[in-house]
């Protein structure tokens, strides 16, 4: 049914998620899903029921379900273990519901705030317009897949709303901050938490290294970054501005541009680093808010071994940033 009309709007995801009983009006047929089975009009039947449907503990059954969490280290998760796969989960929801499609864009995170609250009856946490306050750092490492940008302001820069498209989120590996949240506020538009937002911002500690755009291309002509002292060049995932150089180039060249290093990774899938000789240096890159003056706005994803930045140059280059 994915390539159905319904599949791929995003109030539908919500919807299908959340109910307990669908009754489907497809193309060419109907289908009957519940807590208990599947059934076509055509004849298949199923007597086990699908991962998308909820059950009587509001969406948390159905998560840790479908999905297995691997990737939070940090001790203080250790203990909470149901809330690590809760999180798992939720980077695989936001990863099928960032493409659908919405004929008012500002319904962005209203028409999945349904699935927000469910899941913070086990979270319990704050909610800062898509991301969990204490999964901040990895929630901010998302990286844009296939985004374009949006006309009207729906969330801060620094938030997978922010843009259209696929938010890969998410870190693989041990994980450890580097950066330092100072404050972390949303203004909400209207009464929802978990709905519509009018501004949000985050103060943090962490290095940030000014780049430069590389003269030499990546292997498939997209544009290189390499800190402003040297190091190796650094792949530009940028958000919603083309990552050709021959698109992008001018309008890059005319910017001030940042690394901001928020964590590091160790190992991955079937790479294990148990002696934490490689790590990965996962951020954003950031440059100056021309309307916040003092801000800086995202633009895009860093994920760069760390030795191209130098592990010293980072370790020197703290500052307090201030992140619209």
């Keep these: 049914m994915r390539k159905e009309p319904l599949t791929k709007r995003a109030w539908g995801f919500q919807e299908r998620i959340l109910a307990r009983r669908i009754l489907h009006f497809a193309s060419e047929q109907m289908y009957w899903e519940c807590l208990e089975g599947f059934e076509a009009e055509q004849g298949l039947k199923l007597e086990y029921r699908l991962p998308f449907i909820n059950d009587d503990t509001e969406l948390v059954e159905y998560v840790d379900q479908r999905y297995k969490m691997t990737h939070l280290s940090k001790p203080k998760y250790q203990g909470f273990a149901h809330s690590s796969k809760l999180m798992g989960n939720w980077h695989e929801l936001l990863c099928e519901y960032g493409p659908r499609e919405l004929t008012n864009p500002l319904d962005k995170l209203p028409a999945f705030s349904g699935i927000a609250k469910s899941l913070n009856k086990s979270f319990k946490d704050e909610y800062l317009a898509g991301i969990w306050r204490e999964f901040l750092i990895e929630g901010l490492c998302w990286q844009a897949l296939r985004c374009k940008p949006v006309e009207q302001y729906r969330a801060p820069s620094w938030s997978w709303a ?163």
């Design 162 to 324: 922010s843009v259209d498209g696929i938010p890969a989120t998410g870190l693989l590996g041990v994980t450890e901050e580097v950066a330092n949240i100072l404050e972390a506020k949303v203004e909400v538009d209207g009464d929802n938490p978990y709905g519509r937002v009018k501004d949000g911002w985050i103060k943090l500690e962490a290095p940030l290294v000014k780049m430069s755009l590389s003269e030499a291309k990546g292997p498939t002509g997209h544009m290189l970054f390499r800190s402003e002292k040297g190091g190796d060049d650094c792949f530009g995932m940028l958000d919603t501005i083309n990552r050709s150089y021959e698109a992008s180039v001018e309008l890059i060249k005319s910017m001030e541009v940042y690394a901001l290093i928020l964590a590091y990774t160790y190992g991955g899938p079937g790479t294990p680093d148990p002696e934490r000789k490689n790590p990965c240096a996962h951020g954003i890159y950031v440059t100056p808010a021309t309307d916040r003056p003092g801000c800086m706005r995202r633009i895009g994803a860093v994920v760069q071994n760390v030795k191209e930045f130098g592990a010293d140059e980072l370790a020197s280059s703290r500052a307090t940033v201030t992140i619209v």
